[in-house]
Nanobody, 124 residues
Framework: QVQLVESGGGLVQAGDSLRLSCAAS????????MGWFRQAPGKEREFVAA???????TTYADSVKGRFTISRDNAKTMYLQMNSLKPEDTAVYYC??????????????????WGQGTQVTVSS
């Protein structure tokens, strides 16, 4: 079973950038399509971005399109580059892996393995 650990979160000002990393232990992520989700206080966990098993296909939530970029090194690590951050991006960010299916899925129920999350706080 793949175990996922997120890092790179922190407190930044509006307009700043952060890069989140999702590292796998136990197994590689090379055989998994991956995704990023986030959960703000009092809200449900929501889709942010996803990348296919091959890394060729990506998809983004409308709220982050053009500002965030998902990527992977196809071995151990996935990334989320976040630019032009806004206060509404404040949330705990989770990475996730699909056990089966190689497409970049937006459905939270398509993912089987989850990290513990990393906090991103954007001040205005």
């Amino acid at each position: 079973q793949v175990q996922l650990v997120e890092s790179g979160g922190g407190l930044v000002q509006a307009g700043d950038s952060l890069r989140l990393s999702c590292a796998a232990s136990g197994r590689t992520i090379s055989s998994h399509a991956m995704g990023w989700f986030r959960q703000a206080p009092g809200k449900e966990r929501e889709f942010v971005a996803a990348i296919s098993l091959s890394g060729v296909s990506t998809t983004y939530a409308d709220s982050v399109k053009g500002r965030f970029t998902i990527s992977r090194d196809n071995a151990k690590t996935m990334y989320l580059q976040m630019n032009s951050l806004k206060p509404e991006d404040t949330a705990v960010y989770y990475c996730a892996a699909r056990r089966s299916g190689g497409t970049a899925a937006v459905d939270i129920y398509a993912y089987d393995h989850w990290g513990q999350g990393t906090q991103v706080t954007v001040s205005s």
